[in-house]
């Protein structure tokens, strides 16, 4: 860090005999330290004075040790002079035995240098540019605070990469002075910038994209001669990423002109190019999974990145379980006006329980896909036949999702949120055999304390109206219970029953999850949770359930096992529950 200041002053030590000077050796005992409570101050002195590095018990000649503790009080400044104290003293002691020696340093830090005063600025266009003023307000170490060079250091360098991050290719740091004045232990700053002209964006280049000419440049967030910003290059790659057509993306930044014939106001454009390598173009996958609510499942699928040149895609899986059966087929269509995102054609068939039954459930659908103000929106037509013992009414009718989620780490987040409301609406006028409003909401909050503790919970919402409730296919209707629903009961346990004690779902849904996590080690834990709900058709009864479990933080994500016992009832027993996946 530049500064003005005199040399300091060592600080007065208490005369100290010098120890006998014959060629033996001594066994060196450390420093203790006196007067320091703060860790960090006490971690600069261990590095940086030379006796503290020392090991106990390493030897040392009677003259070497003299030499080194010379040198401690003027060490010992310049450990604690990045901490803003300028006029620290220290009393050495001499702790010798026949053999051996040991050192006391007595320090008083006295009263830390603080700012008196900070002048920060940048000259030229970068002056009215918002977003450097706002870095400037928020420069540290600000007047009244303690002069600590780490803070005035990070300051000083992120203030000059938020120039070069903002096009301000030829800015020049024009003075830099800490100008310290111990004896009223006060400091003054001055720091001067000559931002020179902001850079604009030029002409983007596309290489090695396997994809048609103009099907890439869409993509662009930003516009020719608009004002460079590193921020809009990452959401470029960001977005190229997402399409998962290219293996490897690299968007670099043309070298400046060398000649400075531009606008001191406005610099020159500078270009971009963006080199791509095409991913394999067919994925195959295969997985397999377990619960005790769906028992064992093998799922196969194939994608097949782009089809042509206009970046369609192919997407299929095929589930085969003990409970479940399904396959899914995906065609998308890459849909880029306007709001960024997918045409999807799709078509789902699949078998598996609901209540005490066991439908067929046949599904076509066309929707759009697209980012709105950060969340995922879905707005589709789905057309739905549902089959138990015969054919089933066909549903016609229009939904839309919009979900968010934000944590910190996908797999295992210590902080984070996500929610998921699902709206449909089924209409006679578009040839619905049954008309139908049904909402669906969900949300799951995680929040750490600590290392070792997380508190998760979960919520979950339904509500479905209709004339005539026996007509509702049992895939829309809501069911509690099991490892993601109520803990402690069994898979869709709780559920209205019809007359013949069948489980048939209910119209309307509401549970809770409270859970409390903590972890012994990187990889083991447990968990004590508490869940509260039901399906219900007219006012809610909630069930409760309680239980422990064990966590297991796998290479492949979160491992849960869970014992719980439902307390509805004094006749409801123990149960297990086995689950794979992310909290979020």
Do not use: C
């Not at 540290?140 to 360098?157: C, F, I, M, N």
């Not at 809770?512 to 508490?530: C, I, K, P, R, T």
């Amino acid at each position: 860090m530049a500064q003005s200041t005199a040399e300091p002053d060592v600080a007065a030590a208490q005369p100290l005999e010098s120890p006998p000077s014959e060629r033996v050796l001594w066994r060196f005992d450390g420093v203790d330290w006196t007067g320091i409570e703060q860790e960090d101050l006490l971690a600069n002195l261990k590095r940086k004075v030379s006796l503290a590095r020392l090991k106990r018990g390493t030897s040392i000649r009677p003259e070497r040790f003299a030499y080194l503790q010379r040198r401690l009080p003027r060490e010992l400044h310049e450990a604690l002079q990045p901490f803003g104290y300028y006029n620290a003293e220290v009393e050495l002691k001499v702790n010798q035995g026949e053999q051996s020696v040991a050192l006391v340093a007595e320090v008083r830090l006295n009263e830390p240098v603080r700012v008196r005063r900070r002048d920060v600025e940048v000259l030229g266009p970068g002056a009215t540019d918002r977003s450097l003023g706002n870095l400037i307000k928020k420069f540290k170490p600000g007047v009244g605070d303690v002069l600590r060079h780490l803070d005035y250091e990070t300051s000083k360098a992120n203030l000059q990469r938020v120039l070069a991050e903002r096009g301000y290719f030829a800015s020049e740091l024009l003075e830099a002075r800490v100008e310290v004045l111990r004896a009223l232990d006060v400091a003054d700053l001055r720091l001067r910038w000559a931002s020179g002209p902001r850079f604009r964006f030029g002409e983007v280049t596309f290489q090695g994209s396997q994809l048609a000419e103009d099907f890439l440049p869409p993509l662009v967030p930003f516009r020719p001669d608009q004002h460079f910003n590193q921020r809009q290059l990452l959401e470029l790659q960001r977005r190229l990423s997402e399409l998962d057509y290219f293996d490897r993306i690299e968007v670099n930044v043309r070298d400046r002109p060398e000649d400075q014939s531009w606008s001191t106001e406005e610099g020159p454009p500078i270009g971009v190019d963006v080199a791509l390598t095409p991913a394999p173009r067919n994925v195959y996958r295969a997985g397999a999974s377990y619960g005790t609510d769906t028992g064992a499942a093998i799922k196969l699928g194939y994608d097949r990145r782009w089809l042509n040149a206009a970046g369609h895609k192919w997407n299929s899986d095929v589930l085969f379980g003990e409970q479940r059966s399904a396959a899914s087929f995906r065609y998308r269509i890459p849909a880029f006006e306007r709001f960024r995102g997918w045409w999807v054609l799709s078509t789902d068939l699949r078998q598996e329980p609901f209540g005490s039954f066991d439908p067929s459930i046949y599904e076509a659908a066309v929707s759009r896909e697209f980012n709105w103000r950060g969340n995922n929106l879905v707005l589709g037509l789905h057309a739905r036949r549902e089959d138990r013992d015969s054919a089933g009414d066909l549903l016609i009718y229009p939904q839309a999702t919009l979900e968010r989620k934000v944590m910190d780490d996908p797999l295992y987040p210590t902080r984070g949120f996500a929610w998921r409301v699902t709206g449909r609406w089924g209409l006679a006028e578009l040839g619905s055999d049954v008309g139908f409003q049904q909402l669906i909401a969900s949300a799951a909050l995680v929040r750490s304390f600590g290392d070792s503790n997380r508190l998760i919970a979960r919520t979950d919402f339904g509500n479905v109206r209709l004339s005539d409730f026996d007509r509702l296919p049992l895939s829309f209707r809501f069911f509690a219970g099991g490892d993601r629903s109520l803990r402690g009961y069994g898979y869709q346990e709780l559920s209205p029953r019809d007359a013949d004690g069948e489980r048939i779902g209910a119209s309307k849904l509401f549970t809770a999850s409270l859970e409390w996590e903590h972890m012994f080690g990187a990889e083991w834990g447990m968990a004590v949770f508490v869940d509260g709900g039901n399906a219900f058709n007219d006012s809610l009864d909630p069930a409760l359930g309680a239980g422990v479990g064990v966590r297991w933080r796998s290479p492949v994500g979160p491992v849960r096992a869970d014992i719980a016992r439902g307390l509805d009832g004094p006749d409801q027993g123990i149960r297990l529950h086995f689950t794979l996946g992310p909290d979020l």
